[in-house]
């Protein structure tokens, strides 16, 4: 436990939190974003503060009233920090809204919040609002992030209308923006809605209190951070998880914030940046791991890499306890107490492979928190094995994200950690985790049914996750337990055990099973398209290159031609690589058949969450036929 970390945590409302980081760090950077063409722009804490409070006049000047709810619909960006900060310095409630939503869903979500003013990041999102406009009786204003948007539409204002309204309304009124001094720490802060993997959206109500208590558990446990780091968003803010460990840790402290683009800049972001910290999420992991292998891409690279990462695991499993844990501290000796051939052996690997590869991660980086599913063990294990220090947790954002958390000096790869200090845990008998703690929220916004559906008659709090306990109180998540697969026999299949079984697969890119009241398993196999499309070529196996489609961001081949997925080589591989699994698990778990799909599964079919997680009950009902196809005949694999 580092006590550095502590004399930032102090029972404050955020509002009370921004004004005293604009006056203790007021000359210090605080946003750093891209302008195009590799430029960049920042803001310190002082100009940040002085946006802020014209944002906060401006929604007053509006009529709001303290406690009524303003939504923010918008990538991560600057903007959303002055609007949120704008917002509960008026007194109000941030409502986070992906900006992914469809026009139906966002106008959902704004009449269960009752929002009644929205901002929005483009005019793109603005049209979903004017389009359903009559059917949002609360929403009065949209106000819209783009610096150049004009409008002769009474009911949508610029960002910079607004802080200039705002800033006619402090002329007037120059203590308005003190009005957040009224709020108890009890009181609303915002409502975040849950991603829908398993239901129905939620709204998820946090306080101020809630909130920092959540700030303050994580402070407790995380490494020592200070004003000279760089923390770099990435996931999206309308999460808690980057929103409350990111963007409120870092201006806690008085560190920088960095924007993102998100996955398909992601790896530029890291050299352009240098952060020190990020929040992410598995499937980043596995992005940087990838982007490592392709550095050694060639046979006699790819030799070296394999040699290199060898030695890097025989060092970890040397400097590993008898439980597996180790300590990854940034002052060890990752060289103390080797063997003089080994010890050797690991300074060329590191010197000639693996500063290569955290170079990947820019020249500063320190560390990075993963969660919203877990990471893989033998990924972890690789990324420790080369000195990239990730430290595993967990959390809902019901519960603010903080329950368990690694600590530096003692990670368990395959666990997300012990419970927080703070927070009560135990077991359902089914294997349910249940906590109870002051980060934990009360309630969902007007659906009581949900609420007490939620808790225990004591207050625990259902997580819906399906765990079991490690050493020194270590917990393993298993799986969603509404996302474990019930055959018709009633054998249970923990879906993500199986899926996370192809997480570093090379010729597997995407997996979703399937089972739930039926007699076996079934998956929806999605190839490295980029791996096989290389091979056809040298191999010169014909197919049908007009018909590949490559992610407009980061130039991934996402889509290929029926002719593609339908070649022997490639279906013998996949094949291949399932049996392998299957080897690993009972009958039952295994893998009966597959469909090889053309298409990765993709955020704007609203197949993945924002943290790109599947959500296998829209993937269910846009692959139907695929999967009716499945059970129509028992047989082997084909």
């Not at 990854?328 to 290569?356: C, G, H």
């Not at 799986?479 to 192809?502: H, I, Q, T, W, Y």
Request: with cysteine; proline share 4%.
């Amino acid at each position: 436990m580092d006590n550095n970390n502590r004399k930032y945590i102090v029972r404050q409302t955020f509002p009370a939190m921004f004004d005293n980081s604009v006056f203790r760090f007021g000359d210090r950077r605080c946003q750093w974003w891209k302008t195009g063409n590799g430029s960049t722009a920042s803001l310190t804490y002082a100009e940040v503060g002085r946006i802020v409070r014209e944002v906060s006049a401006g929604l007053i000047s509006l009529a709001l009233d303290i406690g009524d709810r303003v939504a923010i619909m918008s990538g991560n960006c600057p903007q959303w920090l002055w609007a949120d900060f704008g917002i509960l310095g008026a007194g109000l409630v941030t409502v986070a809204l992906y900006p992914t939503l469809s026009q139906r869903e966002m106008a959902a979500l704004i009449n269960d919040s009752g929002s009644r003013v929205l901002f929005v990041q483009n005019r793109e999102n603005l049209q979903k609002a004017l389009n359903l406009w009559d059917e949002m009786p609360t929403l009065e204003k949209v106000v819209v992030f783009e610096d150049d948007f004009l409008s002769d539409n009474p009911q949508v204002m610029s960002m910079n209308q607004l802080r200039e309204a705002g800033t006619l309304f402090l002329a007037r009124h120059p203590f308005a923006h003190d009005r957040w001094r009224s709020l108890d720490l009890f009181d609303p802060m915002t409502i975040i809605y849950t991603s829908g993997t398993t239901g129905e959206q939620k709204g998820v109500v946090h306080t101020h209190y809630s909130m920092n208590a959540a700030m303050g558990l994580i402070m407790k446990i995380m490494p020592p951070v200070s004003e000279e780091d760089v923390f770099l968003s990435i996931l999206p803010l309308s999460h808690s998880y980057e929103r409350q460990c990111g963007q409120m840790t870092a201006l806690t402290i008085g560190a920088t914030i960095a924007y993102s683009d998100g996955p398909g800049t992601f790896l530029h972001d890291l050299q352009l940046f240098n952060p020190t910290v990020f929040m992410a999420t598995p499937r980043y992991f596995e992005m940087i791991y990838n982007a490592i292998r392709s550095l050694f891409s060639s046979p006699e690279d790819s030799a070296r890499f394999a040699e290199a990462l060898d030695v890097g695991l025989q060092v970890l499993e040397a400097r590993s306890d008898e439980h597996g844990f180790i300590d990854m501290s940034e002052s060890v000796d990752f060289t103390a107490r080797l063997s003089p051939e080994l010890k050797k052996r690991y300074l060329e690997a590191d010197r000639e492979i693996f500063q290569k590869a955290r170079d990947l991660l820019g020249k500063r980086y320190r560390f990075a928190f993963s969660a919203a599913g877990g990471l893989p063990s033998p990924l972890c294990k690789i990324l420790l094995a080369m000195g990239i220090r990730v430290i595993e947790g967990y959390g809902l954002i019901e519960t603010c994200n903080t329950v368990t958390l690694n600590r530096l000096h003692r990670i368990l790869p395959g666990s997300v950690g012990p419970l927080a200090v703070g927070v009560e845990g135990r077991l359902a008998e089914d294997g349910e985790l249940l906590v109870r703690g002051d980060n934990v929220i009360k309630g969902y916004w007007n659906n009581p049914e949900a609420t007490a559906e939620a808790f225990t008659e004591d207050g625990f709090f259902r997580t819906g996750d399906i765990v079991e306990g490690l050493a020194e109180g270590y917990i393993r998540i298993i799986d969603r337990k509404k996302g474990l697969l019930v055959l018709s026999s009633g054998e249970k299949v923990p879906a993500a055990k199986l899926e996370n079984a192809f997480f570093l697969n090379p010729y597997i890119d995407q997996i979703c099973v399937l089972g739930d009241d039926r007699t076996f398993v079934v998956a929806l196999v999605v190839p490295r398209f980029d791996v096989f499309a290389e091979q056809f070529r040298k191999e010169g196996i014909p197919f049908d290159e007009t018909a590949l489609q490559y992610d407009a961001d980061t130039g991934a081949l996402i889509k290929v031609g029926p002719d593609f997925i339908a070649q022997d080589s490639l279906r013998s591989i996949i094949e291949q690589e399932i049996e392998k699994v299957n080897r690993n698990f009972e009958d039952y778990e295994a893998i009966r058949k597959y469909s090889i799909i053309n298409r990765r599964f993709a955020g704007l079919a609203d197949e993945v969450t924002p943290t790109l997680k599947l959500k296998r009950k829209v993937i269910y009902r846009n692959f139907a036929h695929e999967i009716d196809k499945l059970y129509q005949e028992e047989g082997a694999l084909f």
